[in-house]
Every structure is written in structure tokens, then in C-alpha cells.
């Protein structure tokens, strides 16, 4: 399976059980860099159904990410890592549901990112005000049989590919 294979970002969107998801306005997406599996057809099939798109901006080394809304006429900047973004003036939002970029993870809800920890950092801090769900989106083939996780690495609540959907925290 080749980096950027576009079916498999399809095949992913429509794998997806909405009705399954908890309940939510705002979802956060993300611009892929380098092999991460393009959200764009997921991100367009949430839309579709009435919620609402946030994309994250890095605004530091050590900061977590910030969600800014994303408007159909926006002229994307580039962010402190250099990801276009929504701009300055776009409002801040809380989304209730992140789409996750992964280099690897487990059928344990583990997984590994670019470094650096933004997505932990954030998604410590979301779950610290309240409910959020975190869908991991990758290629089936990025399945690893474990992951090594440290007490701050975030936990995801499912995972999606192009072979599926399935939930793995319970909690």
C-alpha cells in the first residue's frame, strides 16, 4: 500500500458509522504531511451531516494545538510549524470530536504521531474540560501488535481505515 493512496482515504470515510459516535457539533481534522492518510473525504462526509470543521494550529514547540473554525472562503496561513491553518482571525472552537493523524497504532487505542506531543498535549487538555472522542485515522497496513505507552501518552477511543471502524475504549 503506497503513501497518499487516495481509495484508501474514501474507503475510510464511508466505513464510518456515524450514528455510533457520541453526540457533536465541532470536529477537528488536519492537513496530512507527509504519509498520513488524507481526512479530506472524511472531513466533507461530517460536513455533509451537519457538523461543523475545526482545524488545529500549532502555535508553539511546547504549546498544544488550538482549534480554529474553518470557513468555505478562508485563505489558509501557515502556522508556527509551517501546516496551513485557518487564520488569526478565524474563531477558536472546543470540537468534541478529533480526528487523529498516526504514524503506527495498536488495537489498544496506542499511537504513535510525528513527535513532539502536540496531540497529547491537547487532548489531555480537552479531556480535562469535558467529554471528547478521538478517532485515530490511518492505513490499516500502520497496525502494529503494541505500542509502548508513557503515563502522558493519549489514548484513542477508535480507529479508522480503509478496512473499517473499530471502537477501543470503553471508559
Not at 15 to 33: G, K, N, Q, T
Not at 110 to 129: F, P, S
Request: charged share 25%; aromatic share 8%.
Amino acid at each position: 500500500m503506497a503513501a497518499g493512496w487516495p481509495e484508501a482515504a474514501r474507503e475510510a470515510a464511508a466505513a464510518l458509522p456515524i450514528e455510533r459516535l457520541p453526540a457533536f457539533e465541532w470536529f477537528a481534522s488536519y492537513h496530512a504531511v507527509g504519509s498520513e492518510l488524507d481526512p479530506a473525504p472524511l472531513a466533507a462526509r461530517l460536513t455533509l451531516a451537519g457538523r461543523r470543521l475545526a482545524l488545529p494550529v500549532t502555535l508553539g514547540p511546547d504549546a498544544p494545538l488550538e482549534f480554529r473554525a474553518w470557513r468555505k472562503f478562508d485563505v489558509p496561513e501557515v502556522d508556527a510549524f509551517g501546516v496551513p491553518s485557518p487564520p488569526a482571525d478565524a474563531p477558536v472552537v472546543r470540537p468534541q470530536l478529533v480526528i487523529c493523524p498516526l504514524l503506527a497504532f495498536d488495537k489498544a487505542g496506542g499511537r504513535l504521531g510525528q513527535g513532539g506531543g502536540h496531540y497529547d498535549r491537547t487532548l489531555a487538555a480537552l479531556r480535562a474540560t469535558g467529554p471528547v472522542f478521538v478517532l485515530g485515522l490511518a492505513y490499516a497496513g500502520q497496525e502494529v501488535e503494541r505500542l509502548a505507552m508513557e503515563p502522558h501518552d493519549q489514548r484513542l477511543d477508535a480507529i479508522l481505515t480503509e478496512n473499517g471502524y473499530t471502537e477501543v475504549r470503553k471508559d
